[in-house]
């Protein structure tokens, strides 16, 4: 259950918005106002357009550098949805599953990925002057940030990718610190939520609806784990089989989820998690959505949302 919670983690911490109350209007009572609300996290479609936009700068930047560059729009906005820890879109379940073909299709884009291809074409000496245009080559500076849990994370930065971040988020470097912190929070109450009362029961309660449709897994992950074994069981000469397998488990997953309360009791309990280390973390969530909104509300002006 581990490996599925550590799903949960990643997603809710971003997703889990705890606003405060806003204040009011008419006279002053005398009693100190209420705080403003906490910035609210990114939708994952908001999320995809933010990254679009940054496509999109990279290319005008790269272009203006004298090299072309290519913008990835292979997948469309339905297709790129997550598939997370609790999936109850039935509908969504209906057409893709959980997702398989879709991943397929993205792994073939990304092999025929036309820039890397072009940079192969490139002479030694233009190969890293592209390099240096994109992201500062080996001289750009490094970034490093400590993670919640242990260990550090690095990212180079520089170049025309510095460029699209800092005229989204204003301040890239603090964007990259904060998002690697709040994404990695998990690692300091993860054992707590596999622990959770609440979320085991409702999770009980999934499983007991998915025995009624006569598959029996502990919960939504070792489902979708199930069904890439069988994926790989069945081969490519099957494959019309297995994403039929794939989608009856995958409705009756999200048919359990919402039968269940999943998404409702795994947010609730995520959130009252995070919210314990708000004292030491509060600022950095805040900084990084606050920074994600930013960047949103630039990316609409630069790119229209992806169909």
């Not at 879709?102 to 291809?117: C, D």
């Not at 069988?230 to 019309?240: A, C, I, V, Y």
């Not at 997953?253 to 009791?265: E, G």
């Amino acid at each position: 259950m581990r490996r599925a919670l550590v799903s949960i983690c990643a997603t809710v911490v971003a997703t889990a918005a705890v606003t405060a109350g806003c204040t009011g209007g008419g006279e002053d009572d005398g009693r100190a106002p209420n705080p403003l609300p906490r910035p609210a996290a990114l939708t994952w479609q908001q999320e995809v357009r933010v990254a679009d936009a940054q496509q999109r700068l990279t290319k005008q930047c790269m272009n203006r550098q004298g090299f072309t560059f290519w913008e990835d729009r292979g997948l469309t906005l339905d297709e790129s949805r997550p598939v997370r820890f609790v999936q109850d879109d039935v509908a969504w379940a209906r057409t893709h599953g959980y997702g398989g073909r879709i991943e397929a299709k993205g792994q073939a884009l990304h092999a025929r990925n036309p820039v890397g291809t072009y940079r192969r074409s490139l002479s030694t000496g233009r190969r890293a002057a592209f390099d240096t245009a994109l992201d500062g080559g080996s001289d750009a500076r490094v970034l490093t940030v400590a993670l919640p849990g242990g260990g550090e994370i690095r990212k180079r930065l520089g170049g025309c990718m510095e460029e699209a971040e800092r005229r989204l988020y204003g301040d890239p470097a603090a964007w990259f610190r904060t998002g690697k912190i709040v994404t990695g929070l998990n690692a300091l109450y993860g054992k707590q939520l596999m622990g959770d009362r609440q979320l085991a029961s409702a999770l009980r309660a999934w499983s007991r609806c998915m025995k009624r449709a006569g598959l029996a897994h502990r919960d939504p992950q070792a489902a979708r784990d199930a069904v890439r074994a069988d994926t790989g069981r069945l081969g490519p000469e099957r494959s019309d089989e297995a994403f039929a397998a794939e989608r009856r488990t995958a409705v009756a997953d999200a048919t359990c989820a919402r039968r269940a309360s999943l998404r409702a009791v795994a947010t609730a309990r995520e959130t009252y998690y995070l919210d314990r280390l708000r004292d030491r973390f509060g600022k950095d969530i805040d900084t990084y959505r606050h920074l994600g909104q930013r960047a949103y509300d630039r990316a609409v002006r630069i790119v229209p949302e992806r169909r």
